[in-house]
């Protein structure tokens, strides 16, 4: 008898020790199942934050395109177009004349002292070599005295001098060559958009004869289409002012470099020994 209850406690040992062991190992899968899980999750939610950011952006700035093209149309696409292409053509004048000063501007000073070096030495020829494959006014305006200079007819102090301010004014005016349709472009951008806003009011005082009645509703339309071809073109001539601000200054560093560069010419000439006194 004793036997048997020690057998049955040995099975029922046996058997709790088994079943504790099933719902350990139950408990320990369901735990990793939902740490996967939750992973799982997680990994779904950052790729959803991931997407949804660039299509955020996407939409940010495909609304901005199409607020601006919408803008656009309701501010009456011909005269629109009429100040957008006012922008392009005053934008093109400009980058012309940037590109064109860029280009112009030298290193005045080194240049002058290679240029006054050559000439104390008699060395004229190598100082117009010099002047040729150098650009910019002031190397054209030192090449047109060392030319006079070099001459035995205008060596002269006198001649010197007027082929100097000659050869001035006609670099001043390359410099200044197509500002004027610049500060065309500048004022009409501005009276296009009166223009359409002139015609805008128009359009609204019509409404308002055919309809009968002064709502909001009915003064609207005409009142956007003038509004809006107003800012359009008071941003385009800020735009084309800005850049021809930077030209007027442009202008005026080279033209004081060749003024200061002309008396140091004409000096440099005066101490050359071709020079007639």
Known sequence: MKKLFAIVALVAACSFAATSNVMAQEEAEEAATEQVDTAAVDTTA?????????????EESESLHKVLKTKFIEGDAGFMSLVALALVLGLAFCIERVIYLTLAQVNTRKFMAELADLVAKDKVEDALALCKATRGPVARVSNKALICLNSKEQNDIASIERAINTEAEIQG????????????????????GFLGTVIGMVMAFDTIEK??????????????????????GIVVALILQLFYNFILGSIEG???????????????????PKCQK
């Open 173 to 192: 005016s390359y410099l200044e060559q197509h500002c004027s349709w610049i500060t065309f472009f500048i004022a009409s951008a501005p009276s296009l």
């Open 211 to 232: 309809a009968g009645d002064i709502s909001p509703t009915v003064v609207a339309g005409g009142m956007k289409v003038a509004l809006i071809t107003t800012i359009f």
């Open 46 to 58: 950052a790729e959803a934050a991931v997407e949804e950011a660039p299509a955020v952006v996407e």
């Open 254 to 272: 080279l033209t004081a470099n060749m003024e200061e560069s002309a008396q140091e010419l004409l000096t440099m000439c005066v101490k050359s």
